[in-house]
């Protein structure tokens, strides 16, 4: 896919589901995505869910990828392929990465509020509650 809004539109079509294994563009989201320049040239290897949740997250807050806390400090280069990889190949040697089960989801509000303090932290709460609705009806 090349951006957030791609995949968005391939959910709503049904042309995915949240757990769809995917590539995204890296140079497709906001610069402040702390990527480095060898990642922002490749393609992420990630799924729909995640490109969704990761959006609610600041802009600067690195992409959440695993449910690890090794996550925080950012992305494993091993997500990143060269443009033309064959990413159907490359998924099926590649383990599944967890869902983010509540346990980790705490990890992740405690690591905004840590960086951000109170309003953001809010902010976030506010946008996993309206992302878990949206997505359960």
Known sequence: ??????????LQNHEVELHTRIGIAASSFDKAKPFTDHQRARIMATTVGKVI?????PDDFPYINEPKSENFNGIDDRFFLDPGTDIVEWFKNESLNG???SGFLSDII????????VTRTSVLLDDMKDLGYD???
């Open 53 to 57: 949740f990761n959006e609610i997250l």
């Open 110 to 117: 405690a690591q905004i509020y840590a960086r951000y303090q």
């Open 99 to 101: 869902p983010f089960k």
């Open 1 to 10: 896919f090349s951006s957030a809004d791609e995949v968005k539109m391939a």
């Open 135 to 137: 997505i359960s009806t």
